[in-house]
């Protein structure tokens, strides 16, 4: 009989993880680590930047880490909700419709290019996102566990893309952006020492069971009663300034900063683990104030409410 892995080995393997993710990614220290974070919590990652930066290197990396079985589809305008869902296909010899599962029947799915898809297929992620199934005439189909959205979009004014809906953002745990790389990094990239040639050098840090041992380890995380006091001021300040900011996305911020605790080799959550994983996690939902502002916009706009509010009191 095999024994469960302790704590201490399921975050070795996921450091192991990180630091085998950042010599393919290189120069984005940050990003991913925040990545693997998002893998912990059980949220999905929307990765958000200019075509060519390496956002769907990222993606893959993370899938290969994670392993099981990897799935991905490019997005376009004329993809169709059972190119990704599945279809009811009538069998002769039985004489009836038989289920034929689609690709986000996998444990990790990458939408490459999500805002190029179509508004009706696109909602046909909403039920994948949150409950892990999917529901065909009357059946309901139970996805593989665990099961990780990577979606990678680019900026809304390129050419052939349609917004995301609120409720399709507020679905994703965290954004990322990578930006360029610096001269040292790209240098790595041009001579193939890094980037996407390297994806090979990738093996699974741990095997599926040990990511599901490991997300249960960073959601019994302890928070005390203060911190989620915090939570709840930071959260209301962010409405009252008329940002969207649902139930779900104050449980993304707390699962996202659980996570970065449990990296951080502790058993429990400080406001500094919050502090570091807000704009991440609000800046892609909603508005500060107008549909305009960008994402730095945003994330400047949270980290001056963080600013504002006490840590350890009621203002």
């Not at 190119?83 to 419709?97: E, K």
């Not at 041992?213 to 008329?242: F, H, N, P, T, W």
């Not at 509010?309 to 009621?314: D, E, M, N, S, T």
């Amino acid at each position: 009989m095999t024994m469960a892995p302790t704590p201490q080995a399921l975050k070795a393997g996921a450091h192991a993880g990180i630091q085998a993710l950042a010599r393919v990614i290189v120069g984005k220290p940050t990003q991913v680590r925040r990545a693997v974070a998002v893998l912990l919590s059980g949220g999905h990652l929307l990765l958000e930047d200019l075509p060519g930066v390496g956002k769907t290197t990222l993606a893959k990396g993370l899938s290969r880490l994670m392993g099981g079985t990897y799935q991905r589809i490019q997005g376009t305008n004329d993809l169709l909700p059972s190119d990704l869902l599945g279809v009811n296909l009538w069998d002769v010899p039985s004489q009836g419709f038989h289920f034929h599962p689609g690709p986000v029947f996998t444990n990790v799915l990458l939408l490459d290019e999500l805002n190029r898809i179509g508004p009706k297929t696109q909602s046909a992620l909403l039920e994948v996102m949150v409950e892990g199934q999917v529901t065909m005439d009357r059946a309901v189909f139970p996805l593989p566990d665990p099961f990780f959205v990577i979606a990678t979009q680019n900026p809304m004014d390129h050419s052939g893309t349609f917004p995301l809906p609120e409720s399709q953002l507020d679905r994703f745990a965290c954004v990322i952006h990578l930006g360029y790389p610096d001269p040292v990094a790209e240098r790595l990239v041009l001579t193939g020492q890094a980037g996407a040639g390297q994806l090979g050098q990738i093996t699974p840090a741990m095997g599926l069971q040990d990511w599901c041992e490991a997300r249960q380890c960073v959601k019994s995380m302890r928070v005390a009663d203060a911190v989620l006091d915090y939570v709840e001021r930071v959260v209301a300040r962010i409405r009252k300034e008329g940002a969207f900011c649902s139930t779900r996305a104050a449980s993304h911020w707390l699962g996202l900063a659980k996570a970065e605790a449990w990296l951080s080799n502790r058993d429990f959550v400080t406001p500094d683990d919050l502090q570091s994983t807000l704009s991440d996690t609000m800046a892609h939902r909603g508005t500060m104030d107008e549909r305009r502002l960008n994402r730095d916009e945003r994330r400047e706009h949270l980290t001056r409410i963080l600013n504002e509010i006490p840590v350890g009191w009621r203002a």
